[in-house]
Structure formats: C-alpha cells, structure tokens
C-alpha cells in the first residue's frame, strides 16, 4: 500500500521515501528503549535487557524488518499507476493572500487536535490506571467504539479545516492536514504530564524515565497514524471536489 502511494507523490525520490518510512518509528522506538534501558541498567534493576538481547533485536530489524519494508515499497510501485489529477492544474504556484489569526498554522493546529482529544478525553484515564496502575481494564468493546468515534472526528475535522483552507485561496493544505488530527498527540502527552504528576505516585529518575519515555513514543504514534489518516481523508475530499469541478 504505501509504495503505491510513494509511486503517487514521490516521484523519482521513492527510494528515500521508503528509507525514511522503515526509519520514521523504529529509530525513536530503539533510541528511547535504549535509553529506558540504560537507566535501568544504572539502577540495577532487574528489567534491563542484557547486552546480547538488545544486539540480537537490532539485527532482526536489520536483516528483516527494513529488507521487508523496502520490498513491499518496490512491490507496490511497480504494481501502482502513475497520479492522475482529477483536474487540470498550473505549475506557476499562486500567490496566497494574507490569513486572519484563526486561519494561521498555530489556531488550526489547537483546534485540530482539541477535538479529537475531547472524544477520548475520559477514556484516558482509565487507560493510563491500567498501564501504569494497579486497576484492571476490561471494557474493550468501548474502547473499540471511542477508537473509531475518534477515526471518525479526525477525518471531519480534517476535511472543514482543508476546505476552509481552500475556501480562503491557500492551497498549502497536506502539511496541514497531516497536523490537523495528529496535533492530538500534544494534548495526549500534556494529560500524560497531568497523570504524572497528581493522579499517580510515581517518582523517581528510573519511574519518570520509563512513564515520559513510553508517554513519548505513544504520542508520537499517535501522530503517525492519525496524522496519516487526516492526511488520507483530506487527499480523497480533494480529489472529490475537484473531480465535480471538472466534471462541471
């Protein structure tokens, strides 16, 4: 899938595209354990991993993980057609007019990630009770239900926020887009920092290492995949809207 979609916007740089997606989570993924590790190491604890372990996991991602992922890419580009526009566009870029303070960058990226966290926002905590508490989750079936109500306020919200975008003549919409759901990420970790510090009794330099450094790595996931999906429901919008046009 992705390398059908690196064939479409990418162009002739697909390889550096493909590098970069096998690097994109899995570098910050071992960067951060290793440094999770360490601390334990330095505290004697008895979950660090031995040397050997960490050295035998970063092959496997080496000699699988990463040859797999640039397969998969050049098996999706060759079997994917060429972007086709759904309607005539200029290669002279047009000139965007002066935005008002609620159409800048820093508005859209609070109000794009401010919704969607409301619709989880109460489900947090009972998440964050069983990660990092003592209480056991079981309600799985809501959580199935507040996932996809969330998958479903990204892609709308994405989708007002492109067209109001568009609405006033400024075309820059896909870096946006990206940080329309995936801005969510800063409100989950601002609420890991309020967790942290009056809901939990943890302390410590190994505990508040462990709780920021897992905290980080699970916003920045969020980031990717509700960054992807707004990406995605704002890219399939346009491409409908301007097929009208076209057709009108």
Same mark, same amino acid.
């Not at 998958?151 to 492109?162: D, E, G, I, R």
């Given at each position: 899938f992705y390398g059908k979609l690196t064939n479409k916007s990418a162009g002739d740089k697909w390889v550096r595209s493909i590098i970069l997606t096998s690097c994109l989570f899995t570098l910050p993924l071992f960067t951060v354990w290793l440094i999770i590790n360490a601390v334990h190491w330095y505290a004697g604890s008895t979950q660090a991993l031995p040397l050997t372990t960490m050295i035998l996991l970063?092959?496997?991602w080496i000699l699988v993980g990463f040859p797999l992922t640039v397969i998969g890419g050049i098996f999706g580009r060759n079997t994917s057609s060429e972007f086709n526009a759904p309607c005539r566009t200029s290669t002279t870029e047009r000139e965007v007019p002066p935005q008002p303070w609620y159409r800048m960058f820093g508005f859209h990226l609070i109000l794009g990630g401010f919704l969607p966290f409301s619709s989880i926002s109460v489900e947090l905590y009972y998440i964050f009770a069983t990660v990092w508490g003592r209480e056991q989750y079981t309600l799985y079936g809501i959580l199935m239900i507040v996932f996809l109500i969330l998958? +479903? !306020?990204?892609?709308?919200? +994405? !989708?007002?926020?492109?067209y109001l975008q568009l609405s006033n003549e400024d075309w820059r919409w896909w870096w946006r887009s990206i940080f329309s759901a995936g801005s969510i990420a800063?409100?989950?970790f601002g609420y890991g920092c309020f967790y942290y510090w009056k809901r939990s009794n943890m302390f410590g330099i190994l505990q508040t290492v462990e709780f920021f450094g897992y905290l980080g790595l699970t916003c920045y996931g969020f980031f990717l995949t509700l960054g992807s999906f707004s990406f995605f429901s704002s890219f399939r919008f346009i491409r409908y809207i301007y097929h009208n046009l076209k057709m009108d």
């Open positions: 970063i092959f496997i998958l +479903s !306020v990204s892609a709308c919200v +994405s !989708v007002a926020l492109t800063f409100f989950v």
